[in-house]
Nanobody, 127 residues
Framework: QVQLVESGGGLVQPGGSLRLSCAAS????????IGWFRQAPGKEREAVSC???????YYSDSAKGRFAVSRDNAKTTVYLEMNRLKPEDTGVYYC?????????????????????WGQGTQVTVSS
């Protein structure tokens, strides 16, 4: 059973930064890619970023150049460093796991491939 706990969300002014954490309780953490998704009020959940088991990183167009994903396998934790935040980055951020056997670079954003999800952490970008 995989358990994921996100943290690090909060209220930040436009242009500010936040670092989200996703702590995983899972056997063989190295077998999982980890994705970050977000859901803005009144909108569908969308993919933000993903880091593969091999450390390859993927980003949505809106996240490229501003966000950075990393993983610490020893701590079974994945981080999402978010810089130059904009009001449109506001939403609930979720992390999720995908088995390496199901994961493909061309489909890292597909939510149906991800098996376990955290409860989410709220990010609000506002002045």
């Amino acid at each position: 059973q995989v358990q994921l706990v996100e943290s690090g969300g909060g209220l930040v002014q436009p242009g500010g930064s936040l670092r989200l954490s996703c702590a995983a309780s899972v056997f063989e953490f190295n077998y999982y890619g980890i994705g970050w998704f977000r859901q803005a009020p009144g909108k569908e959940r969308e993919a933000v970023s993903c880091i593969s088991t091999g450390g390859f990183r993927y980003y949505s167009d809106s996240a490229k150049g501003r966000f950075a994903v990393s993983r610490d396998n020893a701590k079974t934790t994945v981080y999402l460093e978010m810089n130059r935040l904009k009001p449109e980055d506001t939403g609930v951020y979720y992390c999720a796991t995908v088995l390496t056997s199901k994961w493909r670079p061309s489909s890292w954003f597909r939510q149906d491939l991800y098996d376990s999800w955290g409860q989410g952490t709220q990010v609000t970008v506002s002045s």
